[in-house]
């Protein structure tokens, strides 16, 4: 008997390691030998050979164990599924096949009581993320659950993947949960109890990035937690100055993106980024002046591009903006066809603090024409042969952005009034933009 055992371990050896490596050949001599031999589990954590190969990302063996085995949801003796391995070591291709295979993304495991899609986050991959969302969007789940509601699956301490985001650092999940409509003022606390929000957790984790998403996003600088504490204690607490100078409830507030604008919603992806962009460009700017005071300050921007620049200020006139006649015009307004820049347009979009006006959100105009903004699409412009040049599709190579560099030059201060005024109304009030729309009706190219 005891001699047998052994025997057993040593095969059992022989195929984890085997599937660790993606040794196929070995498994499947060892499979001749014992059919029985794949739904050995390992001695300690209790991993089947499916869990293995999903954590090592090793696809080819992943297949062929789903071929033989009806189960794609078999537990370790944490109770977590291959999926979850595999959404905790960022194995997307194997994330992607376990779905296929009808894999459950709605299991908790018994440690912490978390899904797949809280170990994508807390992990850091945001193309996991994305995987299990669109697999929740078409799944049973988001008709028995909801899928607003399975973005915001809790843990058993009432953590959301966009806590937990927060917490370990990862900026790009956050970005991608927010896009699937995390809520980003999601508190642990059960029932109405206090609790810490997603900007609590990125205070104590120490990222600036994870913060300015978050501050992107409306999340409040005033909630407190359990212990009473808004987000500017606990960053303090942890010694990180600069994430507490932006959360200091006195420093000035972030550009918000305007998510609650349907205009904004219905933005198709490569207007989208543009404007995403624009706004975290204008937010660093303003974190420059409020980091100025403190001690620190952010890292220099890259200058990778240097031969976009060039490109730009060959362009001719009639592509620059013409609200702060500093950038160059990206967005389309339509109907009406006016041209502006991303981040006029966004300032545009902002004045209205959007979680001031919950009901009603009236659509912003046009501030050239005063109509009604039915759609922003990035715009088209002339290129110098007189062809006409899509930006959004030369973006597959290179994205022809608005420039850092240039356009937020030192002297130049139109845009940044612009941005401390907060308001194209009151400039309207002056008369700048009304102004500026009679005189720019023959610059801009109807298309
Ligand atoms: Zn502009
Ligand atoms: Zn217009």
Redesign the pocket.
């Known amino acids: 008997m005891g001699q047998g055992l052994s025997c057993v371990a040593r095969q059992e050896n022989a195929l984890f390691s085997a599937v660790q490596v993606g040794d196929l050949e070995t498994i499947e001599a060892l499979l001749k030998r014992e059919a029985n031999v794949l739904n050995h589990k390992t001695a300690h954590g209790r991993h089947s050979a499916l869990h293995i190969a999903a954590a090592n990302g090793q696809i080819e063996i992943l297949l062929m164990l789903l071929e033989k085995s009806s189960n794609p949801d078999v537990l370790n003796r944490l109770k977590q599924t291959p999926l979850m391995l595999a959404a905790m070591h960022g194995k997307i291709s194997c994330v992607k096949r376990l779905i296929e295979a009808g894999a459950n993304i709605l299991t908790f495991d018994s440690l912490h009581g978390r899904t797949c899609l809280h170990f994508a986050a807390y992990y850091g991959h945001p193309d996991c993320l994305e995987a299990i969302l669109s697999a929740a969007r078409s799944s049973p789940i988001a008709v028995s659950w909801g899928f607003a509601r399975f973005v915001n699956v809790r843990d058993a301490r009432g953590a959301t993947p966009l806590h937990l985001a927060a917490r370990r650092r990862r900026p790009e999940c956050i970005h991608t949960l927010l896009d699937h409509g995390a809520l980003v003022c999601a508190s642990t606390g059960e029932y109405g109890c206090p609790g810490s929000t997603p900007l609590h957790l990125a205070a104590r984790g120490g990222s600036l990035d994870c913060i300015r998403q978050l501050l992107a996003w409306g999340a409040d600088r005033l909630q407190r937690d359990a212990s009473g504490r808004i987000p500017y204690v606990v960053a303090l607490k942890h010694r990180h100055g600069a994430c507490a100078a932006l959360l200091n409830p006195s420093s000035l507030e972030p550009l918000i993106w305007p998510a609650p604008l349907k205009l904004i919603s219905e933005l198709n992806e490569e207007a989208k980024s543009l404007l995403e962009q624009a706004l975290m460009e204008v937010n660093k700017e303003r974190e420059k002046n409020i980091l100025k005071g403190t001690a620190h300050s952010l890292p220099s921007p890259s200058h990778s591009e240097s031969g976009l620049d060039d490109n730009i200020s060959e362009a001719s006139d009639t592509e620059v903006c013409c609200i702060c006649f500093e950038q160059m015009c990206t967005i389309e ?1 339509q109907d ?3 041209l502006m820049c991303a981040q006029c347009t966004l300032v545009l979009c902002c004045h209205n603090k959007p979680n001031s006006a919950t009901a009603c959100i009236t659509p912003p105009l ?6 009604t ?1 039915a759609r922003l699409v990035v715009a088209e412009i002339k290129d110098h042969d007189g062809t006409d040049c899509d930006i959004g599709n030369v973006s597959s190579s290179k994205p022809r952005k608005p420039s850092k560099s240039r356009h937020f030059s030192e002297g130049s201060s139109s845009f940044k009034s612009l941005l401390t005024v907060g308001s194209f109304r009151k400039m309207g009030d002056r008369g700048g933009a009304v102004r500026i ?1 009679a005189e720019t009706e023959w610059m801009v190219d109807k298309l």
């Not at 046009?366 to 109509?371: D, E, I, M, N, V």
């Open positions: 307004v009406c066809g006016h046009c501030p050239f024409c005063r109509s903004i729309a």
